[in-house]
C-alpha cells in the first residue's frame, strides 16, 4: 500500500513520462467521463478534482463562496495552476452535470481547451440514452482531431477490457470490508485510488494490494466497531477528514457507495460488442447520481449494499451547496431508517476544519443509539 500513500507522485511521474513520450493527458472531473474512449485514443485519463481547501480563496476571487467545496477547490488549483496534471492537460472532457460544475467550466473554457459532453439527466426511455451514444459518438471524432489519434474499434475493446479490470479489482479490495473482521480500515481502502485509471502500472498495483492485504491478518479490533455505510458526495483526496472523524469515534467505514466508492465500479462495460461505443454510454449513462431525475436506481443500490456489507447505520455527507444531494438526502434518511432499519445521519460539512468537533459529538451520539440498539437486541427475552 506504500505506493497508493505515494500515489500523486508516483502518478505525476508516469503522466511527465508518458506526455514526453507524445501521450497525452487529458483531464476529467466526473464519473460519467468514458475513460475508455480516452484511452483508446492514445490519451491518459486523469482526475482533476480537487480536495484542497487550500485553493478556495483562489477560486471566491471568481467564483461565487455559496459552491460546493469541490467545485472551488478544482477551479482554484485552474486559477492557481496549482495542479501539475492540469497544467499538462492536452485537453479537459466533462459533462453538464450540477450547475456549479457546468458553469464553472465554462471559466475554465476561456483558457484551456474544454470538451464538454452534454449528459441527459432522466434516465428512463430510449431517447436519452440514444442522445448520450451520439455525444460519446461525438466524442470519439473529438479525441482523434485534439489528440490526433483515432479510436479504433480493437483499440476501444482493449480499453474496455483494462477498465473492467480495474474495476473488477477495486470491487475486490472493497469486498473485503464485507467480513465481519476486515484486515483493513474504510481509510485505508479509500487510499486505495489513483487519479491515473487503466494503464498496467495501475492494475499491478491493485492486484499487489489486493494480494497483501488477503494475506494480512484480520484485525480484531475492526470487529468491535459500529459498521458504516457511507453515501452521498464524493470524497477526493485531501478532503477525508469526515471519514478520519468516523473512524476515530469508533466507527469502521464498511461501504461507500458515493462515486469515490463503489457507485462507478459496480457495472462493467459490456465485452466484444459488435458496437463497442454503445456498450460504453450504456454503462455509463446508468451511474445512479444525484443529478439524475429520478435516481431510484441509487436507492436500489443501498439496498444491495445494505444486504452484503451489513452497516449498523448510514452517515449520508453533503458538501456544502450541493443541492442535488442535499434533496435527495430525503430518500436516503426515510430508506435507511423505514426501510432498512438502521439509524441515518446527515453530515453538511465544507473542506475547512471548523466543524470538526460538532461532527465528532454528532458521530459519537450516533454510534451510541447503535450500540444502544445492539445491547437491546441481544438482551433475552
Ligand atoms: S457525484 Fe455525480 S457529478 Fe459528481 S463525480 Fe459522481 S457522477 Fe459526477
Ligand atoms: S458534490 Fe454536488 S455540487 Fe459538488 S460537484 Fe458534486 S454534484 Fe456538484
Request: proline share 6%.
Amino acid at each position: 500500500m506504500s505506493w497508493f500513500a505515494s500515489m500523486l507522485p508516483n502518478c505525476l511521474d508516469y503522466a511527465k513520462a508518458a506526455k514526453a513520450e507524445g501521450r497525452p493527458i487529458v483531464g476529467i472531473t466526473c464519473e460519467y467521463t468514458p475513460r475508455e474512449l480516452i484511452i483508446a485514443a492514445g490519451g491518459i485519463p486523469v482526475c482533476l478534482c480537487g480536495g484542497s481547501a487550500d485553493t478556495i480563496p483562489a477560486a471566491e476571487r471568481e467564483l461565487p463562496a455559496n459552491l460546493c467545496p469541490l467545485v472551488k477547490s478544482t477551479y482554484g488549483y485552474h486559477a492557481t495552476k496549482g495542479n501539475p496534471f492540469l497544467e499538462m492537460a492536452d485537453l479537459l472532457v466533462v459533462e453538464t452535470t450540477c450547475d456549479g460544475k457546468k458553469k464553472m467550466y465554462e471559466l475554465m473554457a476561456e483558457s484551456r481547451p474544454v470538451h464538454l459532453l452534454e449528459l441527459p439527466q432522466r434516465q428512463e426511455g430510449s431517447a436519452a440514452l440514444e442522445q448520450w451514444v451520439g455525444e460519446l459518438r461525438a466524442l470519439v471524432a473529438v479525441l482523434a482531431e485534439k489528440l490526433a489519434s483515432s479510436p479504433s474499434q480493437d483499440g476501444i475493446e482493449g480499453a474496455i477490457r483494462a477498465m473492467n479490470r480495474e474495476r473488477s479489482l477495486r470491487r475486490e479490495l472493497a469486498a473485503l470490508m464485507q467480513s465481519a473482521v476486515p484486515p483493513l480500515t474504510g481509510r485505508e481502502l479509500l487510499d486505495c485510488r489513483s487519479v491515473i485509471s487503466g494503464v498496467p502500472m495501475i492494475l499491478e498495483q491493485y492486484e499487489r494490494t489486493l494480494e497483501m492485504l488477503r494475506a494480512r491478518e484480520a484485525r480484531g479490533e475492526t470487529q468491535s466497531r459500529v459498521r458504516v455505510l457511507m453515501t452521498g458526495v464524493p470524497i477526493v483526496r485531501g478532503a477525508e477528514r469526515v471519514v478520519d472523524i468516523i473512524e476515530g469515534a469508533g466507527g469502521l467505514v464498511v461501504c461507500m457507495e458515493n462515486c469515490t466508492g463503489l457507485k462507478p465500479i459496480i457495472d462493467d462495460v459490456a465485452e466484444d460488442t459488435s458496437d463497442p461505443v454503445q456498450a460504453i454510454a450504456e454503462k455509463y449513462f446508468a451511474l445512479p447520481c444525484s443529478v439524475m431525475t429520478p435516481n431510484e436506481r441509487r436507492r436500489t443500490t443501498l439496498r444491495q449494499l445494505a444486504e452484503e456489507y451489513r452497516p449498523q447505520c448510514v452517515i449520508e455527507l453533503i458538501w456544502q451547496a450541493c443541492l442535488t444531494y442535499d434533496v435527495e438526502s430525503f430518500f436516503i434518511r426515510r430508506l435507511a431508517e423505514e426501510e432498512l432499519g438502521i439509524p441515518y445521519l446527515r453530515i453538511e460539512t465544507d473542506y475547512s476544519p471548523s466543524d470538526s468537533a460538532r461532527i465528532e459529538t454528532r458521530v459519537q451520539a450516533l454510534f451510541e443509539t447503535v450500540r444502544g440498539r445492539s445491547v437491546a437486541q441481544t438482551r433475552p427475552g
